[in-house]
């Protein structure tokens, strides 16, 4: 051994063991869709990525209790969220036992003068406590007054009922003994809302452990609970990854080995052919840990193309080993076309890396990494690890001799331009509905979860919360008193039935300002039982009954101001807080429409309500423009990889002709790969994109490997094998990502496996010698 | 014994209901479940502790199988409820005002329009859903007392009392926690 190559091999353990050594100590994989997701471009966005992260939704989890009678599930509801309730790990349980939260009750009764949009003066002059009273009567009347009979002779202007209404105005699930059923009261349902943030997947496994680990100590004999939600979805999810990674990986790793073995027929080659892969996917896991911190799980199942390509580079250097000659001569004879091959894959790979989708950016990363140190372990490590005797017995072509391609290899470059136009025809058919920016598609929750939470949503009645209005400010106070502002639009708005309805922070939290007009149309002790007087003249209320009116109104006039603070520990308290919070800059006012049925008119509306700080969010539109904008921008990086990979081919070959022979298989391969899957009826994601640059990284391999000048008809064989090998490898990485449950991975599996099938059938086209 | 046996038995064949065959709960809810449309003009009394005097209301009930009940109050003021499925609107053509609920937001009213509904269409799982359902009386004269289940009703209401003849409701009080009562006295109309 040199003293050259003992420094190479010196240089490579250290590699290997610095990296080994980074990631036992900093590896952490991270399988959250969000951290996948590329940062907010603007004001909308920034609020859309702070919901899917953290924001009240991802912190829903919706359950239903199932399988006993719906007396037995009525108790299990109780016992369970009184259980959770007391257990910390949720804001809030809600069951719709209207026992639990009568504190809440209590407080808005006791906050109504402050709370009511109804306080206004008029409203307790004489006319007004008259005209209120007469109606009053009228309801006493009526079967609904049983309600607020009660309530009558401290509330006779109905201030509670109004907020009682607003509060209340969203469709609610029916009642069965006293808790929220399903209408055959075959499930009981509750929303819990957990106080981790819902990126918080190890909270968010635990809440829902938890959750399951009460439910089994009260549960009554057969019942089971079923729990569905944002958080969850994201837990299973991460699972899945993580189960789908590790399998693909080894799939892939097992299916390679085999084709090696059948190769090589000696176990030294196949194990060493597994070190320059072996070393990029450790290189590169640790280039994306260095580089961005936690790993993404779909990174990591990339690992399995790594390897399936990174396996290639070997063969190429076994297969061309002549006999006799020492491998450093082959791996300096091949060198310049395996540097080229390399070369393109990783051009394709630095696309990703420029992108500011940070999924992507991870991706490029581990493969320019990966691609690169498997490289120059094939051409600087393997030709001295491997024994001289180790190649002895491998194939030295195909075991069958017939090329099946011969007859057409005459017409091969019309053939080709012919599949090649024809692809481009179809693909130009499909032009409009050729992507899907549904970012919903991209989570790996399994369907049957989604199917569930969709279910127990609509039994819930639980807003789908598509549609915020936000309202930026820069104070609280601001923020406040511009949502109030804003009630006259959407009043307007639910009148003429464009929204079914809204929630906002200043229902809870009026401004000071406005507490302060209310305060003021509050009459003195003395004026108001003079009014009163007034007012009951002629009506057959018994003397005396309003003597809690005049107290309650008293007490008002004097009562603290209602603060965030008057909350806390209610159930108001989390729902305040999701409704207004503190931004970088200043504050956010949250108004969650439901129901919306007429966006035009309600943006119509908006707008000429002329304040800039107001921003109508439609989350899903946003959600679809984020990742069309992503989309578009991966389309021109991946033009621009594309335009370098032929720069680079060219001047590698420094011959037009051949570039094109070269670059059109590639080119080709990925066209009727994407006709293919169009015409299966899949639409197109970045992640299809992301393996389309694979696919032509691998289809210009084989095209230089083909178009190699080769001195014999012992080598054309030995190029076919290589190919041929070559090929089988890929498909084993690309069939063990088809197989996974993971929708992200299965696309790339499928993606690869057409790619690397046409790029094999047009490489041999289109070879400079018959193949 | 046995003269003690048929002495009982002799008695109970005096009480009233026990002369006719048996009559049993799913008997009446089988009858009234066969009445796809009723109408009724009402009379409803009120007496209230917050005021001097009764209220008194009269009007018309509509019920059509299998949900729909509208209520429409004609002196001294007009008003129609009309509860179908899960919601209640409310018209109030004086005020010219429409406002509608879903019915499991009010459990209360809820419970109090299950007590009729579903007592006119036969449903009893719904009864006993909100209510522990007792009947007295036979066919031609029967009385269905109610008594609230859960919290929501039995803070409002203490019990419903139902009289009747055949499938038909004839008087109904609501007697309430407060101390307060209603009755509606009812007269069918021809179909």
């Known amino acids: 051994m040199t003293r050259g190559a003992r420094v190479t091999l010196s240089l490579w353990i250290f590699l290997l063991l610095a990296c080994g050594a980074w990631l036992l100590r900093h590896l952490s994989v991270s399988t959250d869709l969000g951290g996948f997701l590329p ?71 006791a906050l109504r003068y402050a709370l009511s949009p109804g306080v206004q003066a008029q409203r307790f002059s004489a006319q007004g406590l008259r005209a209120a009273l007469q109606e009053e009567l009228q309801l006493l009347a009526s079967p609904l007054g049983l309600l607020t009979r009660r309530s009558l002779p401290a509330d006779p202007t109905g201030e509670f009922r109004r907020i009682a209404t607003q509060l209340g105005g969203a469709t609610v699930p029916a009642l069965g003994h006293g808790v929220w059923q399903s209408a055959d009261g075959k499930r009981a349902l509750l929303v819990a809302q957990t106080r981790a943030p819902g990126f918080d997947l190890d909270a968010q496994a635990s809440a829902a452990g938890l959750a399951q680990a ?168 393997l030709p001295v690890l491997t024994p001289a005797h180790a190649l002895r017995a491998k194939a030295r072509g195909l075991p069958f001799r017939a090329s099946p391609l011969s007859p057409w290899r005459k017409r091969g470059p019309w053939l080709v331009a012919l599949a090649a136009i024809g692809a481009a025809l179809l693909i130009a058919a499909h032009r409009d509905r050729l992507w899907d920016d549904d970012l919903a598609n991209l989570s790996p929750a399994p369907p049957e979860l989604k199917a569930l939470d969709s279910e127990l949503r609509n039994q819930l009645g639980a807003p789908d919360l598509r549609h915020l209005v936000a309202v930026r400010a820069a104070t609280r106070e601001a923020a406040l008193q511009a949502s109030e502002r804003l009630v006259a639009v959407l009043e307007r708005a639910v009148a003429a039935d464009w929204i079914g309805g809204y929630d906002m922070a200043a229902r809870y939290l009026p401004s000071r300002h406005a507490q302060e ?38 007490r008002a006039r004097r009562a603290a101001w209602v603060d965030a603070d008057t909350w806390r520990g209610t159930a108001i308290a989390p729902r305040l807080d999701s409704l207004l919070a503190q931004a970088d800059r200043g504050w956010v006012a949250l108004v969650p429409l439901t129901a919306v049925r007429n966006v035009e008119a309600l943006d119509g509306a908006l707008r000429a309500h002329g304040d800039d700080a107001v921003l109508h969010i439609d989350l899903k539109r946003e959600a679809d423009a984020l990742v069309a904008g992503y989309r578009r921008e991966s389309l021109q990086l991946f ?133 | 014994m046995r003269r003690v046996a048929i002495a009982l038995l002799l008695a109970a064949c005096h009480l009233p209901g026990a002369a006719q065959e048996a009559f049993s709960l799913p008997a009446l809810m089988q009858a009234l479940a066969a009445v796809p449309v009723a109408q009724a003009r009402f009379t409803e009394v009120r007496h209230l502790r917050l005021l001097r005097a009764p209220l008194e209301l009269q009007g018309t009930l509509r019920y059509v199988r299998p949900d729909r009940l509208e209520r429409r109050v004609q002196s001294p003021y007009e008003e129609t409820i009309v509860i179908e499925g899960n919601r209640v609107s409310v ?92 009755t509606v006295t009812i007269r069918e109309l021809q179909p």
């Open chain 1, 517 to 554: 007009q209310r305060r003021a149309a509050l009459p003195e002790a003395a004026a108001l039982a003079e009014r009163l007087q007034q007012a009951t003249r002629g009506l057959p209320f018994r003397p005396g009954v309003f003597a809690p009116f005049l107290a309650d109104v008293e």
């Open chain 1, 214 to 381: 009460r439910f089994a100590e009260l549960a009554p004999a057969g019942a089971r609970l079923r729990l569905a939600g944002p958080g969850l979805a994201a837990v299973t999810a991460r699972a899945t990854i993580e189960a789908d990674a590790l399998r693909a990986t080894l799939i892939s790793l097992a299916g390679v080995l085999l084709v090696l073995a059948a190769v090589y027929r000696s176990p030294w080659p196949v194990l060493l052919s597994a070190l320059p892969a072996a070393s990029g996917m450790l290189a590169g896991a640790t280039a994306v840990s260095v580089l961005f911190g936690p790993v993404h799980g779909i990174t990591l199942a990339f690992g399995a193309v790594l390897v399936g390509e990174a396996v290639d580079y070997p063969t190429y250097l076994y297969a061309h080993a002549a006999r006799g000659e020492p491998l450093t001569r082959t791996a300096a004879r091949i060198g310049p076309t395996l540097g080229l091959a390399i070369l393109t894959t990783a051009c394709g790979a630095l696309a990703m890396l420029l992108s500011s989708f940070r999924g992507l950016a991870q991706l490029g990363t581990l493969l320019i990494v990966g691609i690169g140190v498997s490289g120059l372990v094939v051409w600087r490590v």
């Open chain 1, 39 to 109: 940062p907010a471009a603007t004001p909308a966005q920034e609020v859309l990525v702070d919901q899917l992260r953290a924001g009240v939704a991802a912190r829903l989890v919706l359950m239903g209790i199932e399988g006993a009678d719906s007396a037995a599930l009525a108790g299990a509801s109780r016992q369970l969220a009184q259980s959770l309730e007391a257990s910390g790990a949720f804001e809030t349980v809600a069951n719709g036992d209207p026992t639990r939260h009568s504190r809440e009750g209590e407080l808005l009764f």
């Open chain 1, 639 to 771: 033009a621009f990889g594309l335009a370098c990979i032929a720069v680079l081919v060219f001047a590698g070959l420094r011959d037009g002709k051949a570039t094109l022979r070269v670059l059109a298989p590639a080119l080709a391969a990925a066209l009727l790969t994407v006709a293919t899957l169009l015409a299966a009826g899949s639409r197109l994601t970045i992640v299809h994109l992301v393996a389309l640059l694979l696919v032509i990284g691998v289809a210009l391999n084989y095209a230089l490997v083909f178009n190699r000048r080769a001195a014999d008809e012992a080598e054309r064989a030995l190029t076919r094998l290589t190919v041929l090998a070559a090929s089988l490898t890929t498909l084993c990485a690309a069939l063990a990502l088809s197989a996974c449950s993971t929708p992200v991975l299965r696309a790339i599996g499928v993606t690869v496996i057409c790619g690397t099938l046409y790029a094999f059938l047009l490489c041999a086209l289109l070879a400079r010698k018959p193949v």
């Open chain 2, 91 to 182: 018209d109030d053509p004086a005020r010219g005002e429409r406002r509608s609920y879903a019915l499991a937001s009010l459990p209360a009213a809820y419970a109090m329009v299950e007590s009729l509904r579903a007592t006119l269409a036969g449903d009893l799982v719904a009864l006993e859903r909100h209510y522990e359902v007792r009947l007295a009386g036979g066919r031609e004269a029967w009385t269905l007392s109610l008594t609230p289940r859960d919290a929501g009703g039995a803070g409002l209401l203490t019990e419903v009392r139902l009289q009747g003849a055949a499938a038909r409701i004839t008087r109904i009080e609501y007697l309430e926690a407060a101390g307060d009562r209603t």
